[in-house]
């Protein structure tokens, strides 16, 4: 264990930020979910469907910016700091690709989508009203959120949970007057949750072009550098980040497949799952932060030639994932109520006391998320392999956890928190597989080219 304060002090620093910033970015679709369920179940159900496509685009966007954080963090604990605006430049090209292809398939097809994911008609009506507005937030949100996770690379994290505190504030005052047509607003419902979330995220790529252009001193980003790069980087960063894309692309279709497992058990069991997931993005801010610091710290520790230090920084993450995974475990199970108190009275009491039992079944599973996640999206990610997620999660999730659950929905005929459970029990056994990979050593990797001369970073 590592045993020098001023460890535990920088680590913390950069963990907590990132997970406030974490905290602000759910807590908008987290709003969004209770204010329309003091409005409507059906709406927040509608809408809790829609945000399956929104975190899909989410987990790609983390896959194309996670490409230029670990090349970006190995880049900046060599000291050099000329390669990294031709990473971003790539990270945003592919992302923008991405975010592209997912707004056409939403404008041309929304209601075929939310077919797959929910058999019920007043649902899929509401999400429809919703799709037809917010998707065109998909290249915005994308761009803004590479550019901040490619700032991050290289210590910059608080202008990430300035954009965030930015964005929940204009999307609860709208939400506000859209949703219920306060203070002479009209009366919108799902289209005005939507409007406010599209106003949110212009102001985010409003703040982060201003700062990257006015307050950004040490890349000097500008957009000369990120539409004219250095092409040969097209390589490097293909190879680093095309297995996160592919296992962050797995892991949110598998989310949307899991959806609709349970959305076609009926519309109190996609109610109780809406507010089940949300409370646990919420809660669970402090393992996702700890996750990316511990990124950032790997590959810049890997990057600066000093793998001495990696056993001791190992050892002493890992007890530090099992803590925060304890303390976020216990804050779920023991919030569960309060969090369903916060819905009002719009939900069926079938739908509350599934909710309850399904925030009970979260609570069990963030502890292992706490630490394996961590260890592999954190550690061995940040440690150069980001090739071993894609493999494990491919055959966890598409050969265990969705035969068993669509089996248990449709032909055992489970209960839904039965159901639930084996959707979320990945959580758990990933320890293992996870466990091994990290004290095998074989994910320490340099993802940089050799060579030096260029501008020294602080």
């Known amino acids: 264990m590592i045993r020098e304060k001023t460890f535990y002090r920088a680590?913390?620093?950069?963990?907590?930020?990132?997970?406030?910033?974490?905290?602000?970015?759910?807590?908008?679709?987290?709003?969004?979910?209770?204010?329309?369920?003091?409005?409507?179940?059906?709406?927040?159900?509608?809408?809790?469907?829609?945000?399956?496509?929104?975190?899909?685009?989410?987990?790609?966007?983390?896959?194309?910016?996670?490409?230029?954080?670990?090349?970006?963090?190995?880049?900046?604990?060599?000291?050099?700091?000329?390669?990294?605006?031709?990473?971003?430049?790539?990270a945003l090209r592919f992302g923008g690709v991405l975010a592209a292809v997912l707004f056409a398939a939403v404008l041309l097809v929304p209601e075929a989508l939310l077919s797959l994911l929910s058999g019920e008609e007043a649902v899929i009506a509401q999400g429809v009203q919703y799709f037809q507005i917010i998707c065109f937030t998909y290249v915005i949100f994308t761009v803004t959120n590479i550019l901040a996770a490619s700032l991050r690379s290289v210590g910059i994290v608080k202008i990430g949970y300035a954009i965030a505190l930015s964005t929940l504030c204009i999307n609860v005052f709208l939400n506000y007057l859209l949703i219920y047509g306060r203070l002479g607003f009209p009366e919108l419902g799902v289209r005005g949750a939507a409007i406010a979330t599209l106003v949110s995220r212009c102001v985010e790529l409003l703040i982060v072009v201003w700062f990257v252009k006015c307050r950004e001193k040490r890349l000097n980003l500008t957009l000369?550098?990120?539409?004219?790069?250095?092409?040969?980087?097209?390589k490097d960063y293909s190879r680093v980040s095309a297995p996160v894309l592919v296992n962050q692309a797995l892991w949110g279709v598998a989310q949307m497949v899991q959806t609709g497992i349970l959305g076609h058990l009926g519309g109190d069991v996609t109610a109780a799952n809406a507010i089940a997931v949300q409370a646990y993005q919420v809660l669970s801010v402090a393992a996702y932060g700890a996750a990316s610091a511990s990124g950032i710290v790997v590959g810049r520790t890997i990057g600066g030639g000093k793998r001495e230090a990696l056993r001791p920084l190992v050892a002493t993450l890992q007890v530090l994932f099992v803590g925060i995974g304890l303390l976020s475990g216990g804050a779920i199970f023991l919030l569960r109520r309060p969090v369903l108190a916060a819905f009002g009275g719009a939900l069926t009491p079938r739908a509350r006391e599934l909710a309850l039992r399904f925030m009970a079944v979260i609570a069990l599973t963030t502890v292992g998320t706490a630490y394996q996640m961590a260890c592999d999206n954190g550690i061995i990610r940040g440690g150069g392999d980001t090739g071993f997620s894609s493999r494990m999660n491919l055959v966890s999730m598409w050969g265990v956890v969705v035969p068993l659950s669509a089996a248990a929905a449709f032909w055992w005929e489970w209960s839904p928190a039965a159901v639930f459970f084996l959707l979320k029990w990945d959580q758990l056994y990933k320890i293992i597989p996870v466990a091994l990979r990290l004290h095998r050593w074989k994910w320490v990797k340099n993802v940089t080219r050799p060579g030096g001369g260029e501008e020294e970073a602080p």
Request: glycine share 10%; net charge positive; proline share 2%.
């Open 11 to 90: 680590f913390f620093t950069l963990a907590l930020s990132l997970a406030l910033q974490n905290l602000l970015t759910f807590g908008v679709n987290m709003m969004d979910t209770v204010m329309l369920g003091r409005y409507s179940q059906d709406a927040m159900s509608g809408v809790s469907l829609c945000n399956q496509i929104q975190f899909l685009l989410q987990m790609l966007v983390t896959g194309a910016g996670e490409g230029a954080v670990v090349l970006g963090a190995q880049y900046w604990g060599k000291g050099r700091l000329e390669p990294i605006p031709h990473i971003i430049g790539t």
């Open 224 to 234: 000369k550098k990120l539409l004219f790069i250095d092409k040969s980087y097209i």
